[in-house]
Nanobody, 118 residues
Framework: QLQLVESGGGLVQPGGSLRLSCAAS????????IFWYRQGPGKERDSVASITTIGGHTNYADSVKGRFTISRDNAKNTAFLQMNSLKPEDTAVYYC???????????WGQGTQVTVSS
C-alpha cells in the first residue's frame, strides 16, 4: 500500500526546533523528488522546501532559508525537515509530497501540525 506518513510535529516555543519526518512505503522512494509544504490557518498551501532524488539539490522558500534544512535517507525511505529558530508565523500543518521523476505522479501525506507559541 502506497503511503507517506509525516511525524515530529508539536508545540514549540519561539526560537525552538523541531525535526519532521516523512516515511514512505509502497513505492520506489529514491525515484521521487520530495517536497515539504505547509498550510497555515486561513492560508493557502505553500511550498517550503524540496530535495532531488539523491539529495544533490535543495530549494527553500525565502521565509525559511537559513533556518530549515531538508534532507533524505533513501536507504530508509525517509525524508526530513529540520526546523530551527522557529517563529510563530511558522505555525501550520506541514505536508510531505512525493513527485515521480518518471511519470510525475504525486502522493501526499496526511500532514503534521506544528504550533509555535509561547
Amino acid at each position: 500500500q502506497l503511503q507517506l506518513v509525516e511525524s515530529g510535529g508539536g508545540l514549540v516555543q519561539p526560537g525552538g526546533s523541531l525535526r519532521l519526518s516523512c516515511a514512505a512505503s509502497g513505492f520506489r522512494f529514491s525515484m521521487y523528488v520530495i517536497f515539504w509544504y505547509r498550510q497555515g490557518p486561513g492560508k493557502e498551501r505553500d511550498s517550503v522546501a524540496s530535495i532531488t532524488t539523491i539529495g544533490g539539490h535543495t530549494n527553500y522558500a525565502d521565509s525559511v532559508k537559513g533556518r530549515f534544512t531538508i534532507s533524505r535517507d533513501n536507504a530508509k525511505n525517509t525524508a526530513f525537515l529540520q526546523m530551527n529558530s522557529l517563529k510563530p508565523e511558522d505555525t501550520a500543518v506541514y505536508y510531505c509530497n512525493a513527485v515521480s521523476t518518471i511519470d510525475r505522479s504525486s502522493y501526499w501525506g496526511q500532514g503534521t501540525q506544528v504550533t509555535v507559541s509561547s
